[in-house]
């Protein structure tokens, strides 16, 4: 039997929305999206999906409940079949009664252990001078550093140990609050750095991220994976960014988390960043469930461009019709934290509306330090462009790369470059005939009357 306290976890980490929206497309409207209902014929709309509650509700036919009993009653499964299907898409080990690791009967579940990591971490920054100074320098306020949660972990090894009872330190283990060292001994995670708490779509606590105060390396440290929190799917800020991007109908994809909450304050609430280093494919297919969108900000030395090369090599195949990408790059030095604090939110607005379409940017990326005027180098800028083209999910993005592709290598039209990576050929438009023509007497000259 699957345990209950799973199903649980299961039903906190599943985003419903996600599961609906794989098999259903949804249209958000206020606080919750819709769509005709996939279990009986309609016209109109009337099947809801609210994310934040965790459930659907059709208001034609009645059918209503959680992640699971949806993909029960759509894809005709039984409920452990259901459940498992569920956390293979979300990355989870069904665990069952009996088998490890199980919780004893009453724990509380990570997530609220989490929360009250986070609270305990926010009175210790209420606390703490030089946390606060250090915020308030960078230009935060008092409200913005409230709405993100953000505290602060005092330089020793065992504060959590005055918060949480001797038999709650396996669950701490479990949420990678503490460590165990070489002799045994068991420690805090997280010492002496401003906390960042990260929070799933629904804005439950499930992981930090720690930053240093002081120039210590790395910057940030994050929670390492656990049963609610895997740091190559999570997006930090997206919780807060949610409203933000339904109403401005994009997200901006950053590097850090200042850049995320500076950007918040000064009015860009759709603002949010991959956990780590990198963005991956996982971050990208998940913005793009929630807005059409997705405007990349970079700084503009070899690293940004680099880091904008491959956001663009993950997006090509994830690209509806319908949806778009854009880059946006800073000036050198710069990052959106300081650009906004220096230059003001109207400088940073005046760069997305300038921001470089993804077609565009293949170009520029690719012809980098060729001449394409040259034999050579201009194979060589096909070659590259090859793979990218022949991965490109959407069928007008790939006709449009093509066009622009043939464009930038003076060939008078796209059929050469058509063939080369692999597509039929487009059949020549038909003429169009003058707008009237036929209905009208038309004079010719004299003697043609």
Not at 79 to 102: C, H, I, N, T, W
Request: charged share 25%; hydrophobic share 35%.
């Amino acid at each position: 039997m699957i345990a209950q306290s799973f199903i649980k976890e299961l039903l906190d980490r599943a985003d419903i929305y996600e599961v609906v929206n794989r098999r259903v497309p949804l249209q958000q409207k206020g606080a919750s999206a819709w769509a005709c209902c996939p279990f009986h014929n309609e016209k109109s709309p009337s099947f809801s999906v609210n994310r934040e509650r965790g459930f659907y509700h059709c208001f034609g036919c009645g059918e209503h409940g959680n992640a699971i009993s949806f993909l029960m009653k759509y894809e005709n499964l039984p409920f452990v079949d259901a459940v498992e299907k569920l956390a293979s898409e979300f990355s989870m080990q069904v665990r069952y009664e009996g088998g490890a690791p199980k919780p004893k009967s009453g724990k509380p579940r990570l997530s609220e252990i989490m929360q009250r990591a986070m609270e305990f971490y926010r009175d210790k920054f209420n606390s703490d001078k030089f946390s606060q100074d250090y915020l308030h320098n960078r230009g935060l306020k008092d409200e913005t550093i409230e709405r993100f949660g953000i505290g602060f972990s005092p330089d020793a090894w065992h504060n959590l140990d005055a918060v949480f009872t001797p038999d709650l330190k396996p669950l701490l283990l479990e949420a990678g609050l503490q460590r165990t060292g070489q002799s045994g001994n068991v420690y805090d995670f997280f010492r002496n750095r401003l906390m960042f708490p990260i929070r799933n779509i629904r804005g439950q606590v499930i992981a930090f991220s720690a930053r240093t105060m002081i120039g210590e390396e790395p910057k940030y440290i994050n929670t390492g994976d656990t049963p609610i929190f895997t740091k190559g799917s999570e997006v930090f800020g997206l919780y807060e960014a949610r409203k933000s991007i339904q109403d401005k109908k994009r997200v901006i994809v950053v590097e850090g988390q200042m850049d995320v909450i500076q950007l918040s304050q000064a009015g860009f609430g759709e603002a949010c960043a991959p956990l780590g280093t990198a963005i991956r494919a996982e971050h990208i297919e998940r913005l793009l469930k929630m807005t059409d969108h997705v405007i990349f900000s970079f700084d503009g030395d070899a690293a940004g461009r680099k880091a904008a090369k491959r956001a663009m090599d993950l997006s090509l195949p994830l690209l509806d019709d319908a949806q778009k990408v854009s880059f946006v790059f800073l000036p050198e030095g710069e990052d959106p934290d300081s650009l906004v604090k220096k230059s003001g939110a109207p400088a940073f607005e005046e760069m997305l509306k300038k921001a470089l379409p993804l077609s565009s940017y293949l170009i520029e990326a690719l012809s980098q330090g060729l001449d394409l005027a040259v034999l050579e180098d201009r194979n060589a800028f096909i070659e590259e462009a090859s793979p990218l083209v022949r991965k490109t999910k959407s069928p007008l993005l790939r006709d449009g790369l093509i066009e622009r592709l043939s464009t930038a290598v003076g060939y008078k039209n796209s059929d050469e470059l058509r063939k080369y990576f692999g597509f039929p050929v487009l059949p020549p438009a038909a003429p169009q005939r003058p707008s009237g023509f036929g209905n009208q007497r038309y004079s010719f000259g004299r003697g043609y009357d």
